[in-house]
């Protein structure tokens, strides 16, 4: 399995993006994406994850209300929309992949067995 992030970029606090990850290879609805962000200087921390079948999704306190997570499982799309973005949000986002048997998000960064690039998000004041 391979994953490729994208949709990052500079925007002002209040602003909103969606950052996309395309996964390639094997997939089934019991696997969980997920997405973490490390900012500088700090621990990586988990931001929110979805099992492909929709059936658990799950976020950080921290974006709770403001961020939204979905698939595309036709496409091998997973979607991280971003609105009333903080400077907080500064980070480098990661998707990973947790090949799950029982579709239950986890979000220790340990479970997840494939990881993509990153994409930095800038969040200006």
């Known amino acids: 399995v391979q994953l490729q992030a994208s949709g990052g970029g500079l925007v002002q606090a209040g602003g909103s993006l969606r950052l996309s990850c395309a996964a390639s290879?094997?997939?089934?609805?019991?696997?969980?994406m997920g997405w973490f962000r490390q900012a500088p200087g700090k621990e990586r921390e988990f931001v929110a994850a979805i099992s492909w079948s929709g059936g658990s999704i799950y976020y950080a306190d921290s974006v709770k209300g403001r961020f939204t997570i979905s698939t595309d499982n036709a496409k091998k799309m997973v979607y991280l929309q971003m609105n009333s973005l903080k400077p907080e949000d500064t980070a480098v986002y990661y998707c990973?992949?947790?090949?799950?048997?029982?579709?239950?998000?986890?979000?220790?960064?340990?479970?997840?067995?494939?990881w993509g690039q990153g994409t930095q998000v800038t969040v200006s004041s």
């Open positions: 290879g094997r997939t089934s609805s019991t696997y969980v």
């Open positions: 990973a992949l947790d090949r799950s048997w029982y579709g239950v998000v986890v979000t220790g960064g340990s479970s997840y067995d494939y």
